[in-house]
């Protein structure tokens, strides 16, 4: 299956930008996700990519896609206390169902 | 909300025993997919249904089984428990079986004791 990797934590200031890496192995995922998790909660769908994109914009969020390093990333602007939740990036499958291949998640820490 | 509803919302059993956790999908949707959480595995892709069909098997143990019915919930049965068991289970639906956004349940929180 496919490897998927995040750092564990970022601490930021309220009302700086967060960048959440990711590094992912397989090349053939058509689709590249980014999930939020809230403390106690299930995970909620912020935005996804498709593998012949280069870069989304939504509102706040930014991803981009550098399918040459394999390396996916997701600018959050103005970060709010809000935005603390583990974030994690996540590939579908080999065969391009949508069994996802999650990362570690990255534990991001708004500080007031 | 996301629209998938999972139930119960914690579960606590013992050793050796069996439980069932059950998801209904967003109306309209067709796939279900189930995943487990887990400090030590993290978020692992376990197996998923289209429209009454087995389409992908992923990390899913042979105690573990599942299926979904003809008005498209899906049970998810695990037997013989082990404390490893204990996780967070979260079902997804979508509208199709590929390439499209998953939305998840808020989970099952499995216990073992």
């Known amino acids: 299956g496919e490897d998927v990797e995040q750092s564990l934590f970022l601490s930021v200031r309220e009302g700086d930008s967060s960048v959440i890496n990711c590094t992912y192995t397989d090349s053939s995922s058509t689709y590249l996700y980014w999930y939020k998790q809230e403390p106690g909660a299930g995970l909620q769908l912020l935005t996804y990519?498709?593998?012949?994109?280069d870069m989304k914009q939504d509102q706040r969020l930014t991803v981009l896609l550098n399918k040459k390093d394999k390396h996916l990333s997701l600018r959050i602007a103005d970060t709010q206390t809000g935005d603390s939740a583990i974030y994690f990036c996540a590939g579908s499958g080999r065969t391009g169902a949508n069994n996802l291949f999650f990362g570690t998640g990255t534990r991001l820490t708004v500080i007031p | 909300d996301s629209g998938v509803t999972q139930t119960p919302k914690h579960l606590i059993t013992a050793t050796g025993q069996r439980v069932t956790l059950r998801c209904s999908p967003r109306s309209g949707d067709l796939s279900v997919y189930w995943y487990q959480q887990s400090l030590d595995q993290g978020l692992q892709f376990l197996i998923q249904y289209y429209n009454g069909e087995e389409r992908a098997k992923g990390n899913i143990l042979e105690r573990f089984s599942a299926q979904q019915f003809p008005d498209l919930h899906s049970e998810l049965n695990l037997s013989s428990l082990e404390l490893g068991d204990s996780a967070l289970y979260f079902c997804?639906?979508?509208?199709?079986?590929?390439?499209?956004?998953?939305?998840f349940g808020q989970g099952t929180r499995l216990t073992v004791v």
């Open positions: 990519i498709f593998s012949n994109m």
């Open positions: 997804a639906s979508s509208y199709r079986d590929r390439g499209t956004e998953a939305f």
